[in-house]
């Protein structure tokens, strides 16, 4: 069963898990949509049915909108990102300066520009749970421009950190270059070539011929948002 997560998707389960400590209860896919900011149900329905095939969540015995139950596997998720600042403080050694190499278009693409740059960050949080560390070698950092992939939780202005990969899984968001310009997309490999989705429907999806010049440059595996 495909376990990687978007963006999206884990902020929706953190969320759901803030929202059912101070109430007791699930929230409807309404109340989702109102507290992440998001204009329909319709798109958080999407993303609970992702969640659901990956086995975050499940459905209740009742057929009410708070039928949502926890799995196994989103208990240990939220548990991991629980305890991922605590291990960040007391491990000084996990906070690396990791290079920002330029800016990357969440919209139509745009060519990186070069950013010397460098910024600390602890990549131990940025870690899949139970799995092989982050790696400040492998690691860069890209500001976000443009607001396609917007519902997926990245935003302009966004810092999106990525391991650098020239492979990637069907739904991972990745940094392509295609024709030689800079774009980050949802990847999605198909039988008549490649497709590079975007999180906003404003967009449209870019197809990437044979005759294009395509190449992945990273995965997405983090966020971070400045608020000042």
């Not at 149900?41 to 609970?48: E, F, K, L």
């Not at 799995?131 to 810092?159: A, C, N, Q, Y």
């Not at 870019?206 to 948002?225: A, H, N, P, Y």
């Amino acid at each position: 069963m495909e376990s990687f997560l978007t963006p999206k998707q884990k902020q929706i389960l953190e969320w759901i898990e803030e929202y059912l400590r101070s109430h007791q209860t699930m929230p409807s896919r309404r109340e989702i949509a109102l507290g992440l900011g998001l204009s329909s149900p319709a798109t958080i329905q999407q993303h609970i049915e992702a969640l659901e095939k990956k086995g975050y969540l499940k459905r209740g015995e009742s057929r009410g909108s708070r039928a949502l139950q926890w799995t196994a596997r989103s208990k240990k998720l939220l548990s991991a990102i629980q305890a991922a600042p605590t291990r960040a403080s007391e491990e000084s050694e996990g906070v690396d300066s990791v290079p920002l190499l330029g800016s990357i278009a969440a919209g139509y693409p745009i060519e990186v520009f070069p950013d010397p740059r460098e910024i600390k960050i602890p990549l131990q949080l940025f870690a899949t749970p139970g799995g092989p560390s982050v790696r400040k070698e492998d690691t860069f950092v890209l500001t976000v421009r443009g607001d396609s992939m917007i519902d997926d939780g990245i935003h302009p202005g966004d810092w999106v950190i990525l391991k650098r990969a020239s492979r990637a899984r069907s739904g991972e968001t990745v940094a392509a270059l295609h024709n030689g310009e800079a774009t980050l997309k949802r990847y999605h490999p198909t039988a008549s070539g490649i497709e590079l989705h975007p999180a906003n429907p404003a967009y449209p999806v870019i197809r990437v011929s044979s005759d294009d010049r395509f190449e992945i440059q990273g995965i997405l595996i983090g966020v971070i948002r400045r608020y000042t």
